[in-house]
């Protein structure tokens, strides 16, 4: 089973060699880049171009890699103590499984995406050193232990906002999604507008280049900024004359899509205004 990208998703070569080497490995592979380059996206197309199920784990600030194994819901467990249920004799009602339990315990092979692994603590992929590389966990409530039936696709993302560990970076295969160059923007485009004109698609990604390479910018614009400004385009109609006139402006025609805070703004009205003074 070999992945080369699906028909709503281009994966450029070096990715698709990424992706086949951490499953041959049977290593995690680590994703990083910037957000909005298709992180996550990869992960469901991993699992539809291999045609098997997805389990997703979200990770947020206050996520704990235990949550991920099991939680014992020893609250449930004292309430129907109180109320004299039977369930109370038997621990196992009250064992909640995660999602690695889940991937485990699955009838077949599953991609396990485990999103933004850099928002927990500092700690959290330490903590889940042991169970990544052996594919087992213990149940301390109930003393069993939980292997892995047939060893999970674990595709693992971050977007830089902490440094992960080395004993954990050594476990992974690592890939570093760069931002897609022109031609590949292209195709992307063309898979989510097909039929597009050239003479729009062109003008647009121009625009779109000249403002990810203007210094200062404090955040540029991502894969899927660009795709919801030209969604918004193709909707209003506009052509490529239109984006060329506005451009004497500065800021591009809908210009919310892709700059998301005041300071960006300012930096590009700033551009205009100096650009009108030395006429």
């Known amino acids: 089973m070999k992945f080369e990208g699906t028909d709503s998703y281009v994966a450029p070569r070096d990715l698709t060699v990424a992706v086949n080497a951490a499953v041959a490995l049977e290593r995690p592979l680590l994703v990083k880049g910037e957000p909005g380059t298709g992180k996550t996206e990869l992960a469901r197309q991993v699992a539809a171009a ?7 784990w979200s990770v947020k600030s206050t996520t704990r890699a235990q949550q991920g194994l099991y939680e014992y ?4 467990r004292l309430r129907d ?8 004799h038997d621990i196992a009602n009250y ?4 999602k690695l339990w889940q ?3 699955a009838d077949k092979r599953v991609v396990l995406l485990i999103d933004e692994i850099d928002k927990a603590d ?7 050193l042991q169970e990544l590389d052996r594919m087992e966990f213990h149940v301390y409530e109930t003393g069993e232990t939980i292997r892995a039936v047939h060893r999970p696709i674990v595709i693992i993302t971050s977007n830089n906002e902490k440094e992960l560990p080395d004993a954990f970076l050594r476990r992974c295969f690592f890939h570093y999604i760069r931002f897609p160059d022109m031609d590949t923007m292209r195709r992307i485009v063309e898979v989510h507008h097909p039929g597009i004109k050239d003479a729009l698609l062109t003008t647009a990604l121009t625009q779109f280049y000249e403002i990810r390479d203007q210094q200062g910018l404090k955040k540029k614009p991502s894969t899927s900024e660009v795709l919801d400004w030209l969604k918004l385009l193709l909707a209003e109609d506009l052509t490529a ?3 060329k006139q506005d451009g004497a402006n500065a800021l591009p025609r809908l210009h919310g899509a892709l700059l998301k805070n005041e300071q960006d703004v300012h930096l590009f009205e700033r551009l205009a205004f100096m650009a009108r003074r030395g006429r």
């Open 122 to 128: 500092i700690e959290f992929p330490n903590d889940l």
């Open 95 to 98: 064992i909640r499984p995660g």
């Open 103 to 105: 991937a485990f315990t």
């Open 50 to 56: 291999l045609g098997v199920p997805m389990i997703e």
């Open 241 to 243: 004359e239109d984006l």
């Open 73 to 76: 819901d020893a609250v449930s």
């Open 81 to 88: 103590s109180q109320l004299g249920d039977a369930r109370v």
